[in-house]
């Protein structure tokens, strides 16, 4: 083929969408590409880069790559994300993400950018009742199982709330035919959803026990909702992300409720350790989110409370531990009374984050004045997740306190955080118990547009 066709070929098109679009667009702002004059049909772009240096305390027997670390001290890139969303016309919405999440100095090289979300959907009746499907986050139980990673208040976003990342989702998004909308101040939605194939996740190679894990079966559908009913200020659903913090430009008071039910989605071998068995896997969840100023001044003092109250049913001794970005690579071999043998294999910064018991997560925040020093402020923030669950023989107390400076509000800002979590053994008894608490600070630097 004569290259100087190719090109022209390639050219074409490109010069006819620029001139189609030098002819509609009005304006061109904040990553946004307005299609017609009142500016309702758009194109919008958005960046989002947050990056982590971190000293953490490692658990016991910690490893990277066969040699003892005791502690970690790492750089990395927490999240980098990259949105593509457009109101195409009256009634069609289009939703894309692209980005990478936990590149440390143990990641593959050249690691790919790979797929987050790819929604499109339909407005049947506007604002009311939206059709919509693709890979995405309109998940059910709760306000954070689908949190607007750019305005969290804190380091990270409560973990406990995605109950199923990594496992037969994608980093908590799902292949779902989803309904959303508003009914005066009810906002709603509900999912149908098609699970991802276990055995490509994080938890594909664990063994059948009698402890309950997902089951390598072909998954049934799973079923998802999350209720809220908007007191005050009406939030946007444009996306499926819910905001962490207004930093006082809204006033809003929601309680929530949600559920996420999928029939068979946990095994385990029965007591005769011969006949596998079969359960449903059921969570519940009602929260509560507060985040208004304190008066009416222009830049006043605001303040943010959320909790979120959660009923998780894995099956029987169902756990499973968490580290995000997890700076080992493993642990030393140990036995049940060696206190270098920790439960599940709990290297690096991992502990328990989920299992079949109930859970209690909170989070408090205030914002000082606006322009507090030059044009900056702080606010800072408390969180704590409370766990029982039925495996382990003493509770999860997991705590996280820190203070973001807001440069520029959520566009820069630096967070410092002090987290404490507790690590487990299995003792002499067979009891999982606290051992000793582990403890890491994280420095984040966050840039958005």
Do not use: C
Not at 309 to 326: C, F, Q, S
Request: no cysteine; net charge positive; proline share 5%.
């Amino acid at each position: 083929m004569n290259p100087l066709r190719w090109r022209s070929g390639l050219l074409l098109p490109a010069f006819l969408l620029a001139g189609a679009l030098h002819t509609q667009a009005q304006s061109f702002k904040d990553g946004k590409l307005t299609l017609n004059p009142d500016g309702s049909r758009y194109i919008k772009f958005t960046l989002l880069n947050q990056v982590w240096i971190r000293y953490n305390q490692s658990n016991p027997g910690t490893q990277v790559n066969g040699f003892n670390k005791p502690e970690t001290y790492d750089i990395g890139i927490r999240r980098f994300r990259m949105q593509f969303m457009g109101q195409l016309t009256d009634r069609v919405f289009i939703y894309s993400q692209i980005g990478i999440n936990n590149f440390s100095y143990l990641s593959d090289r050249k690691a790919l950018f790979f797929l987050h979300d790819a929604v499109g959907e339909y407005a049947v009746v506007k604002d009311k009742l939206s059709l919509g499907t693709g890979l995405g986050a309109w998940n059910g139980l709760s306000r954070f199982t689908a949190s607007a990673t750019g305005s969290i208040m804190g380091i990270d976003l409560p973990l406990v709330a995605e109950t199923t990342n990594d496992v037969n989702d994608q980093f908590g998004r799902k292949l779902s035919l989803y309904a959303k909308g508003k009914l005066g101040k009810l906002d709603y939605r509900v999912a149908l959803s098609d699970p991802l194939d276990i055995t490509k996740g994080s938890a594909g190679a664990a063994p059948l026990t009698r402890n309950a894990n997902f089951s390598r079966r072909p998954g049934q559908p799973q079923y998802q909702a999350y209720l809220m009913w908007q007191f005050k200020d009406q939030e946007s659903n444009l996306t499926a992300y819910n905001t962490g913090t207004y930093l006082g430009k809204k006033s809003v008071f929601n309680v929530g409720a949600g559920a996420i039910v999928q029939p068979k989605a946990m095994w385990y071998l029965a007591d005769n350790g011969r006949d596998t068995l079969t359960q449903a896997m059921k969570q519940v969840a009602v929260d509560v989110y507060y985040d208004a100023p304190l008066d009416t001044a222009k830049g006043a003092p605001s303040v943010h409370f959320y909790a979120v109250g959660m009923h998780l049913d894995y099956g029987p001794g169902y756990l499973r531990t968490n580290g995000p970005m997890n700076p080992a690579t493993n642990t030393r071999p140990g036995t049940s009374t060696n206190p270098n043998n920790a439960l599940l294999g709990e290297f690096g910064n991992q502990f328990p984050q989920y299992g079949t018991g109930n859970v209690l997560y909170t989070q408090l925040g205030y914002k000082l004045r606006d322009n507090l020093v030059g044009e900056t402020t702080f606010m800072p923030y408390v969180s704590y997740q409370y766990s029982h669950y039925k495996r382990l023989a003493d509770d999860i107390h997991y705590y996280d306190a820190g203070v973001n400076w807001l440069l520029a509000g959520h566009t820069s800002k630096l967070t410092l955080s002090y987290q404490n979590r507790p690590f487990y053994l299995t003792n002499s008894s067979g009891q999982n118990v606290v051992d000793r608490r582990r403890s890491a600070v994280v420095a984040q630097y966050q840039v958005s547009f």
